[in-house]
């Protein structure tokens, strides 16, 4: 089902799968699996496999059923490109963006190489916008050049949590930077530098940038 958010740059979330794997830094306080494990203990529809990853193509046409423009957030429970979803499922999922002109659409990956390879020879909708998660230099850093090499109208970039400082960021192609720390009981610390030099290079590149 799509829901309103408690995220603040986005307005809903969609989600047409859930549960994922980890795969890297970023993933390992996932809030998404300890608010899956709680959905589960409340018998919430959807989340009977709790944090197991789970194609639910009956939320598939939420969207379509709004006609209000929205901002939606694109599998905040999952990850669209996740290896064991088919190509086949997430032409379905694009083609009901392509369908809602009307609304925006935020899709953030962990796993770029598979989005390239995706989107290789495809133009992904104008309304959609594709993003990669950057927490830190070895694992995020390299999603900057799969991202690159999607035609999308807008790149973003997610440095949330921030685990390190990043050094000096390729910020070519990308439009939009997102910055967080970590939140919860286990939240790694973030240091107001390691921002503050993200922030200067998105200014001096004339990149948009939310903290």
Known sequence: MSTKTS???TEQTWNPTV?????SAGCANCYAEAMARRLKAMGVKGYENGFQL???PERLEEPLSRRRPTTYFVNSMSDLFHENIPDNY???VLAVIQQSPQHTFQILTKRA????DFFQGRTPPLNAWLGVTV?????????LDCLRA???CVRFVSAEPLLEDLGIVDLSGIHWVIVGGES???ARPMKREWVMNIKSQCDAEKVAFFF
């Open 7 to 9: 995220i603040e740059w």
């Open 19 to 23: 549960g994922c794997s980890k795969i």
């Open 54 to 56: 789970t194609l639910l």
């Open 90 to 92: 997430i032409r379905k």
């Open 113 to 116: 190489k598979r989005m390239a």
């Open 135 to 143: 927490e830190n230099r070895a694992d995020g850093i390299p999603r």
């Open 150 to 152: 999607v035609a999308a």
């Open 184 to 186: 919860g009981p286990k």
